[in-house]
C-alpha cells in the first residue's frame, strides 16, 4: 500500500475511512462495521489514492499482454507422434512432416 494526498498537499498521515467504531455509554470498544473504502488526508481532508494497487493492476495486464502475443498450439504429430508446440513453424521438428493446427 501506497497512499497519496489526491490534491498532493504532502501531507503524510491518512485516516481509513471503511469502519464506523460502536462504543457503549462508557467509551468501550464494541463493534465496528464497515462503511466504504478508502482513506482521507489528514493534512488536509481530500481523498487519499492507494498507489500501491496501481502497478500491480498494470502487471497484471501486461502478463495478459504477453499471453496473448505468444498463441501456441500443442499438436500431435501424425507420423511420429511427438508432441510439437506450434507457433510459426508449421512443420514437425522431428520428421518434417506438415502440420495442421487444429
Ligand atoms: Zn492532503
Ligand atoms: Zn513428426
Not at 36 to 47: H, I, T
Not at 67 to 92: F, H, I
Request: hydrophobic share 40%; proline share 6%; charged share 20%.
Amino acid at each position: 500500500m501506497l497512499l497519496v494526498c489526491s490534491s498532493r498537499c504532502g501531507g503524510g498521515l491518512f485516516r481509513a475511512l471503511f469502519a464506523e467504531v460502536e462504543i457503549d455509554a462508557s467509551g468501550v470498544y464494541q463493534d465496528h462495521r464497515v462503511t466504504q473504502p478508502g482513506y482521507m488526508c489528514l493534512n488536509c481532508g481530500a481523498p487519499a489514492l492507494d498507489l500501491g494497487e496501481v502497478p500491480a493492476e498494470l502487471e497484471a495486464e501486461a502478463r495478459e499482454d504477453e499471453a496473448a502475443r505468444t498463441v501456441t498450439a500443442d499438436v500431435l504429430c501424425p507420423v511420429c507422434e511427438t508432441m510439437v508446440q506450434l507457433d510459426a513453424n508449421m512443420e514437425c521438428p522431428n520428421c518434417g512432416s506438415p502440420l495442421e493446427v487444429t
